[in-house]
């Protein structure tokens, strides 16, 4: 009756029909179906990124049972901060490193022990270590990490440390909880250590060794000059042998 | 009473003004977390420092590993959540002449925001009994949507 009166008073209208043509309200089963994909949905969505991100952050060191922690440095080789060898040496070497890189981790894993104890523990040269941020944000970390160890005279074991804990690149293995755990296992004043790693102590030196590397058009690391000879990449302990004699023949 | 009642259905997408407050309700608070989550997602990709006063520790919980998922700022799927959510309110109360938006719309809201709730108390718990450190950024983004599946409820509910 009411449709009837509206439709002869011309109130119903266009909109009116439209609304009337509307499909029957969807059944009950199919509106629980939707609900129950809803629900199912986001659940498994969310379990799905808390899964995902613990496996993902699985490449860091979590604890300290699967910490390898190196050989502590004995006083064969004078170091001074990030300078490993005699001030006066005759010959420099200057290792440009990212933390984080593959090959700088064999180059100071597999050769440069053996570099050290012919040339840098006899005093004949000195490593200058310049560490730079070529991968992320773990690389920045851990470079000024290793500046803070250097307060407390560690800058090398902490190297070492570095080195003998990569876990893939930027997966947590340098995360600052994992920088920490190191600077304990290493027995260093941890408060000091924490605070100048959380206050960003270092953050300008990372960046001032990015723009020397770039200035020294620098693109990939490990590059090693010794003297005046570049090595880019990683090569063998002979390579760096010959370039070291030669650098020194030509000093003296 | 009955001409009354049509003309509340004939109106564009047939909102009441329950409806018009929670719908819009949504849409400040879909808009307000995309802003937060930008945010954090700029000082992510960017390595800036959160600007947070002395507020809890920013900093510590923006640059944790549990801040990106898969190299993935955890913060953009935030921005991403508030964005679909806002498009969901545009459907809504957009015009609607198939009936769609007001059948599914509103599962469609409790379903993103169930998520967010979820993911966001995660989250939470991370930060204080992991992390120990409050985000007071990562708070307000996990009260917002909060609110929004509180109000994807009152929906329900209607």
């Not at chain 1, 050989?71 to 901060?81: F, K, L």
Request: net charge positive.
């Amino acid at each position: 009756m009411a449709r009837e009166a509206r439709r002869q008073r011309g109130l119903g209208g266009p909109r009116r029909r439209r609304e009337q043509r509307r499909p029957p309200r969807l059944s009950r089963r199919l509106r629980s179906l939707g609900w129950l994909v809803a629900v199912v949905v986001a659940v498994a969505a969310v379990a799905g990124l808390i899964v995902l991100g613990t496996l993902t952050r699985g490449g860091g060191v979590d604890d300290n049972t699967s910490l390898v922690v190196p050989t502590p440095r004995g006083p064969e080789t004078p170091s001074q901060g990030s300078i490993l060898g005699s001030a006066n040496a005759p010959l420099t070497i200057v290792e440009y490193s990212d933390f984080q890189c593959p090959f700088c981790g064999e180059l100071a894993q597999e050769i440069m022990p053996q570099l050290e104890k012919d040339y840098l523990a006899t005093g004949k040269a000195k490593l200058v270590f310049k560490y730079v941020r070529f991968l992320g944000d773990e690389s920045q970390w851990a470079a000024e990490a290793a500046d803070c160890a250097g307060e407390q005279g560690k800058f090398w074991d902490y190297h070492d440390m570095l080195f003998a804990n990569q876990r893939g690149e930027n997966k947590g293995a340098f995360s600052k909880d994992n920088l920490k755990r190191f600077a304990a296992a290493l027995n260093l004043d941890t408060t000091a250590f924490n605070a100048c790693l959380d206050e960003g102590r270092y953050t300008g030196k990372v960046a001032e060794n990015n723009n020397e590397a770039r200035t020294r058009g620098i693109n990939s690391t490990p590059t090693v000059f010794v003297g005046q000879t570049s090595i880019v990449g990683l090569k063998s302990y002979e390579a760096f042998k010959t370039a070291i004699e030669e650098e020194l023949a030509r000093a003296r | 009473m009955r001409r009354a009642k049509a003309q509340v259905l004939a109106r564009p997408g047939g909102l009441s003004t329950g409806g018009r407050l929670r719908w819009g309700g949504l849409s400040v608070l879909a808009v307000a977390g995309m802003g937060v989550a930008a945010y954090l997602t700029y000082t992510h990709w960017a390595d800036k420092p959160v600007a947070c006063g002395n507020l809890g520790d920013c900093n510590l919980v923006q640059t944790s590993e549990y801040s990106a998922i898969a190299g993935v700022p955890v913060a953009l799927l935030g921005f991403l959540l508030c964005a679909a959510l806002l498009g969901v309110v545009v459907w809504r109360v957009g015009p609607d002449r198939s009936g769609m938006a007001a059948e599914w719309a509103p599962v469609a809201v409790f379903s993103m925001t169930l998520m967010g709730v979820a993911y966001a108390a995660y989250l939470t718990y991370v930060e204080l009994f992991v992390l120990e450190a409050i985000c007071i950024y990562c708070v307000a983004l996990a009260s917002i949507i909060t609110a929004s599946w509180l109000i994807s409820l009152a929906e329900l509910f209607a």
